[in-house]
């Protein structure tokens, strides 16, 4: 596991700052989303048009409508104007459906976190965290003091009592 951890920060997705708070590197992350997504559709576009093209019932009729099925099937709009109609253009649909919406998905969320910051605590975990390690050090001075006063009343006691 912690092997993994190291790799994992090698690879710049994320930095962990002295409070141990992971903060991604979402620029990097974005980007490889969308060269990722583009991927899948010229792939699975050409895949699903190689498996189409030529049949008389089939509504993809050029590369640009496969590349348009993809598309469709990532957003989950789906006009039904071009659909497959073999298995293997099935099976890229669907292989689509579910990668696109879920890098479309994670492409949304962290374009409205960067936009909006709706879920960026690390600000806030970093000031919490400074926050403790302040009340932390007033508490064990307090502590300290109140060793010393203790001390003082022992001594004081004692010496009341003789």
Do not use: H
């Amino acid at each position: 596991m912690i092997v993994v951890q190291k790799a994992m920060e090698k690879t710049n997705l994320y930095r962990v700052d002295g409070f141990g708070v992971k903060n991604y590197n979402y620029g990097f992350i974005g980007a490889a989303s969308l060269i990722l997504f583009i991927t899948l559709n010229i792939s699975l576009g050409y895949l699903t048009y190689q498996a189409e093209v030529g049949l008389d019932a089939s509504p993809v009729n050029s590369y640009s409508d496969a590349l348009w099925l993809m598309v469709m099937s990532a957003t989950t709009i789906g006009f039904g104007d071009v659909y497959p109609i073999t298995f293997v253009g099935r099976a890229c649909v669907f292989v689509m459906f579910i990668l696109g919406v879920g890098i479309l998905g994670g492409m949304g969320a962290v374009f409205v976190n960067k936009i909006f910051g709706f879920a960026d605590t690390n600000i806030k975990n970093r000031e919490l965290r400074m926050q403790n390690a302040q009340i932390i050090a007033q508490n064990a001075e307090t502590a300290k003091k109140l060793i010393a006063l203790e001390e003082k009343l022992e001594a004081l006691t004692k010496s009341l009592n003789k």
